[in-house]
T-cell receptor, first 116, second 114 residues
Framework: GAVVSQHPSRVICKSGTSVKIECRSLDFQATTMFWYRQFPKQSLMLMATSNEGSKATYEQGVEKDKFLINHASLTLSTLTVTSAHPEDSSFYIC????????????FGPGTRLTVT | AQTVTQSQPEMSVQEAETVTLSCTYDTSESDYYLFWYKQPPSRQMILVIR????KQQNATENRFSVNFQKAAKSFSLKISDSQLGDAAMYFC???????????WGAGTKLIIKP
C-alpha cells in the first residue's frame, strides 16, 4: 500500500520559535495533501488542504499566517508552525491522496508537538 | 452540511466475541464513500474498511464487515472473533459529493477484555 511519512515524529520547541513538520509520500505522487490536528481523545480536525503548486485552502478558524503550508512537489508538503505557543501543542497528522476527488487518503504516523 | 455521529464513546468486548460499532450520518448526496478507520495507541490511522454508497453489497475485510443501510443512513462496523490487537479508537468517516474532505465521527474506544 501507499506509504506516507512524517518528520519529526516528536518535537519540543520553545515558545516564540517556529517549527517545521514534513509530510512525504514515499511511493506515489500526491496531488493533494491534508493537514489535521488531533487533540487528546478527540477526532481529527482538518486544518487545511494543499494542492501541489498552489496555495493551501484553510478551514475556518485556522490562522494561515500561523500555520504555513507549502506543497512544493508531488511528494512533499510542509507545515510550519510560526511563533509557536503552548496552546499549539498537539498531535499533527498529514494525509495524502492521488487527487482531490479520489476517496483514498493515506495517513502519516503523526507528529507530536510540544511547545514549552 | 454533512455530519457523522458515533453515539458510543466506549465499547468493550470479550476476546473472541463479536462487537458492533454504530455510525450514522446525514447527507443530501446520493454518491459518497464511507470509511472505518482504526487508530491504535501508536496513533497511526489505519483504514479498516470502505463502502461505496452505490454498492448495495456490504463490504467485508476478513473479520471486519459493515452493515450499510443507505435509506437509514447507518453504517455500522462488526468485528468478529475480537482480538487483543483490535483494541483502538475507531472512527467512522464520510466523503462525498463535491466535497472531497473526510467528515469524521467523534470516535469509539474499543476495549478488548482477555
Amino acid at each position: 500500500g501507499a506509504v506516507v511519512s512524517q518528520h519529526p515524529s516528536r518535537v519540543i520547541c520553545k515558545s516564540g520559535t517556529s517549527v517545521k513538520i514534513e509530510c512525504r509520500s514515499l511511493d506515489f505522487q500526491a496531488t493533494t495533501m491534508f493537514w489535521y490536528r488531533q487533540f487528546p481523545k478527540q477526532s481529527l480536525m482538518l486544518m487545511a488542504t494543499s494542492n501541489e503548486g498552489s496555495k493551501a485552502t484553510y478551514e475556518q478558524g485556522v490562522e494561515k499566517d500561523k500555520f504555513l503550508i507549502n506543497h512544493a512537489s508531488l511528494t512533499l508538503s510542509t507545515l510550519t508552525v510560526t511563533s509557536a505557543h503552548p496552546e499549539d501543542s498537539s498531535f499533527y497528522i498529514c494525509s495524502a491522496s492521488l487527487s482531490a476527488r479520489t476517496y483514498e487518503q493515506y495517513f502519516g504516523p503523526g507528529t507530536r508537538l510540544t511547545v514549552t | 452540511a454533512q455530519t457523522v455521529t458515533q453515539s458510543q464513546p466506549e465499547m468493550s468486548v470479550q476476546e473472541a466475541e463479536t462487537v458492533t460499532l454504530s455510525c450514522t450520518y446525514d447527507t443530501s448526496e446520493s454518491d459518497y464513500y464511507l470509511f472505518w478507520y482504526k487508530q491504535p495507541p501508536s496513533r497511526q490511522m489505519i483504514l479498516v474498511i470502505r463502502q461505496e454508497a452505490y454498492k448495495q453489497q456490504n463490504a467485508t475485510e476478513n473479520r471486519f464487515s459493515v452493515n450499510f443501510q443507505k435509506a437509514a443512513k447507518s453504517f455500522s462496523l462488526k468485528i468478529s472473533d475480537s482480538q487483543l490487537g483490535d483494541a483502538a479508537m475507531y472512527f467512522c468517516a464520510y466523503q462525498g459529493g463535491s466535497n472531497y474532505q473526510l467528515i469524521w465521527g467523534a470516535g469509539t474506544k474499543l476495549i478488548i477484555k482477555p
